[in-house]
């Protein structure tokens, strides 16, 4: 283990000696997981004993945990003045031997997206996302295309969008991802994207609606509707109803739409209890920022709901998810003072 010991740590774990070609690494969490650079492939479990094992305890002192520029993470040792992308902790590992849990146990809040997808071979699957250069649509576009998809970066910003491609490309070189120009604030965009792809000749397996504003100052798009509104919600209508007949010629398909709990406090019916069309695109006087997300993520959910009703029967399933309260991305990046809540809630909650 010439690699602990130039950490500065003689290797006090007793696990057998890795084979030819494999490669003990952590996670940001502290968990073990092995490379098979050979196979190109990853593992939680031990190559020969198929024990799982986690870090234990703190880094050593003087150690610090960093991020280079492409999201690996490495270690510096401070007082040799040195760095190394292996942690120092693998010298002190323990053996994890969790009770096998339910299926309801299996994932909980702390889950990562490649925990969940650990093990699934995704070669061959067409993958959209929605604002995927950052936040939560990176993580998902990362974790699909290590998992062998065909993952397209659907983002407004091209170069934000070739950045993310690169981020990915620097995990694995062999990942298939590729930046699309989408801007959903412009249905002519939308219907500009949707003929691209389809001039590919690709199915589309997965669908993802991520892309989404908060707090944004009121304001018109190009087709004069109030932008939290079709960013949000018809933006992504109209780019599921232009892509319906992909999603069914490559069913088994799904379409994922990216709502909020917050979809809860709001309204969308006027006092007789029918839909009051003002509420959905108001002028700037009944704005309200807030109200104006809420409402747009209930219409995420009433869609879903509506869509996976008429699609399921021809193998396209639709499914709305909450991602959890507050999570730290830049989608509070419009007002300084959603900012500094967001920033006061990080510590609990779900981190990106």
């Known amino acids: 283990m010439a690699a602990l010991k130039y950490a500065g740590l003689e290797d006090t774990d007793s696990e057998e000696e890795l084979p030819p070609g494999w490669e003990e690494r952590t996670t940001k969490d502290g968990w073990v997981y092995y490379a098979n650079h050979l196979e190109e492939k990853t593992q939680w479990e031990h190559p020969k004993s198929g024990k799982r094992k986690r870090v234990a305890g703190g880094l050593p002192y003087g150690w610090e945990q960093e991020t280079d520029e492409n999201g690996q993470v490495y270690f510096v040792d401070h007082i040799n003045k040195r760095t190394t992308y292996l942690d120092p902790r693998l010298a002190f590992t323990v053996e994890d031997n969790p009770v096998k849990p339910t299926t309801r146990q299996k994932y909980d809040g702390n889950s990562t997206a490649m925990e969940i997808l650990q093990g699934r071979d995704l070669s061959g699957k067409v993958v959209i996302i929605t604002g995927a250069n950052s936040g939560i649509g990176f993580e998902t576009a990362k974790s699909l295309a290590l998992h062998g998809a065909y993952v397209i970066l659907a983002c407004r910003n091209t170069s934000r969008g070739n950045d993310a491609v690169q981020r990915i490309l620097a995990e694995w070189h062999k990942a298939k991802v590729e930046a699309m120009t989408l801007d959903l604030a412009s249905l002519q965009s939308v219907q500009h994207f949707a003929e691209a792809f389809k001039s590919k000749n690709v199915p589309l397996h997965i669908l993802i609606c991520n892309a989404a504003v908060f707090g944004a100052p009121w304001c018109l798009t190009e087709d004069g509707l109030e932008s939290t ?22 069913s088994p398909a799904r379409v994922v739409v990216v709502s909020s709990e917050s979809h809860r406090f709001t309204e969308i019916k006027d006092s007789s209890g029918k839909l009051d069309f003002s509420l959905l695109s108001p002028s700037k006087k009944e704005y309200w920022a807030m109200l104006a997300y809420n409402r747009s993520k209930l219409c995420n959910i009433l869609f879903s709901n509506e869509l996976n009703r008429r699609l399921s029967p021809h193998g396209v399933t639709s499914n709305s998810v909450h991602p959890g309260n507050m999570m730290y991305s830049s989608i509070h990046r419009n007002w300084w003072v959603y900012t500094l809540l967001f920033t006061l809630a990080r510590p609990f909650t779900k981190s990106m």
């Open 229 to 250: 509104f079709q960013v949000n919600h018809l933006g992504h209508f109209y780019l599921v109803q232009l892509l319906e007949d992909v999603l069914r010629r490559s």
